[in-house]
């Protein structure tokens, strides 16, 4: 066990399959596959989150409740069984077999896709009510008090919290390791099975690639909140 | 879906409802046990911050951050491929041969890692919500309080630590609830919980559906004892903006 020394020769040998995966052979890999996943359910949950927040807003005797349960289920059990949920209904449902990688983006979407509306619905619920009520009697429809000055208003409050949203999501596309899709996690766990004698510096390396892409995204976010701060005072 | 025989008997009946119970004794205590080093640390983290010594802050710091950071999996793999082989050889025999301490037997070592890694992880988070209910309490109760001539310790434990852990409270309650639903990544490295026993009654008779339904179901019932729990066990809330009930 080399301890005394970070034996860099194994991730150096390794980066390409740690980068990319085995992208030659047409099966994508490693961080590629850790960003795409994010990127895709991501934008997924962004967009389903977005239409749930504004079907409560509109039917919100009819619907907000029943969303706002599901919402609790949904987030009310571990991540990892919503991914074993995905992962064993979708080829029933669909009636065929289904990617592996499909089922985890799935899971991810649906989950942030509760966490979105939430965070949208909390944004316009602490907007100050004079907002609606003067926009009420401008004579506004409901639709267009949302559009023109309602969520503009709630977004850039809650650009943050989606940044972090974001942040969380990537950190949960290492739960596809469990059901072997081989993104930066899977990759870095069959590097280690197959050198076998360096487990702490591949870990350590996965760790530094998911710390880089986190904590950037992070800062990005405390600095985005410290603007719309400054923002505001200057309104004020 | 018209092929699927629903059959309930098929997990909570003969081998698979063992699995599932004793799934539900071993998920239970992992998060017990991972809620209790998380808060041991999580005061520790918080007290280095409040260290007049600035390097103490900044290691606590960068500590936090390098585990609210990095995904629990990661930790875990590191910690039991790259971090348990370098413990001196006695002990890891010891650990491998079903430990015994103070004539107790120990879990085995997968799930001693399982809780060390779910503790360290949780207690970055928990830190940051200790921290946020510290800097929610007026500055003005701290001025009051010294100017009452209470020394900075009684002060502490009297006035400004039970507000901040009135304020802290709910979201602490959440990264509990938190450690349970991080619980299932044991099963990566083998432990064997409630998600691994789901699993292994979905791969022994094929009744996906009742078992995953069941696991949910299981869940949600121990989150929902483990909230009402904290929330009993803590502090009474605070009445809005900190004010302190009553004249």
Not at chain 1, 53 to 73: H, V
Not at chain 1, 92 to 115: E, H, K, Q, W, Y
Not at chain 1, 192 to 214: D, M, S, V
Not at chain 2, 132 to 156: C, K, M
Request: net charge positive; aromatic share 10%.
């Amino acid at each position: 066990m080399a301890v005394e020394r970070f034996h860099f020769q194994v991730i150096i040998d390794n980066a390409h399959y740690l980068l990319v995966g085995n992208l030659a052979q047409g099966q994508i890999g490693g961080v590629l596959l850790t960003l795409l996943i994010a990127l895709s359910s991501g934008l997924l949950a962004l967009i389903i989150g977005f239409v749930l927040a504004l079907l409560c807003r509109f039917f919100p005797r009819r619907l907000a409740p029943a969303l706002g349960t599901l919402g609790e289920l949904v987030r009310g059990i571990p991540l990892l069984l919503l991914i074993f949920w995905l992962y064993f209904l979708l080829p029933m449902l669909l009636g065929r077999g289904a990617p592996d990688t499909i089922s985890v983006i799935a899971a991810l979407a649906l989950f942030n896709a509760f966490s979105v509306m939430l965070t949208i619905l909390s944004g316009l619920a602490a907007l100050p009510p004079g907002q609606n009520e003067a926009a009420m009697a401008s004579g506004f429809t409901h639709w267009q008090r949302l559009r023109w000055v309602l969520l503009p208003q709630a977004l850039s409050h809650i650009l943050p919290s989606l940044v972090n949203l974001f942040v969380a999501l990537i950190k949960d596309t290492s739960l596809a390791f469990v059901v072997s899709v081989p993104e930066l996690t899977l990759v870095s766990s069959q590097i280690n099975n197959r050198e076998q004698i360096y487990p702490l510096e591949i870990f350590l390396t996965a760790g530094a690639i998911y710390f880089a892409l986190c904590s950037s995204l992070t800062w990005a976010a405390h600095q985005l909140e410290n603007r719309l701060a400054r923002r505001q005072l200057s309104i004020v | 879906m018209k092929h699927y025989h629903f059959d309930w008997s098929a997990v909570w009946s003969g081998q698979p409802l063992t699995w599932l119970l004793h799934g539900v004794g071993v998920t239970m205590l992992l998060t017990v046990l991972s809620c209790l080093l998380a808060s041991l640390l999580a005061v520790i983290l918080l007290a280095l911050r409040f260290v007049p010594w600035r390097p103490a802050g900044w290691l606590a710091a960068g500590w936090i951050q390098l585990f609210r950071n990095t995904p629990l999996t990661v930790q875990m793999l590191f910690w039991y491929f790259g971090a348990l082989p370098l413990l001196p050889e006695g002990l890891r025999n010891a650990l491998a041969n079903g430990p015994i301490l103070l004539g107790l037997p120990l879990p085995s070592s997968e799930m001693l890692t399982a809780i060390w890694s779910l503790g360290l992880f949780s207690a970055a988070f928990l830190a940051e919500d200790l921290r946020a209910g510290v800097r929610a309490v007026p500055f003005g109760q701290w001025e009051t309080v010294r100017s009452q001539g209470f020394s900075t310790w009684p002060a502490l434990r009297h006035v400004i630590l039970p507000q901040a852990l009135a304020h802290a409270w709910p979201p602490m309650v959440n990264q509990y609830l938190n450690v349970l639903k991080n619980s299932p990544l044991a099963m990566s490295i083998a432990v064997a919980e409630l998600m691994y026993q789901t699993n292994q009654i979905e791969s022994f008779n094929f009744h996906g559906i009742e078992a995953y339904a069941s696991a949910s179901v299981l869940y949600l019932l121990i989150g929902l004892a483990l909230s009402q729990l904290l929330q009993r066990l803590g502090p009474a809330p605070l009445h809005d903006k900190g004010v302190p009930h009553g004249r």
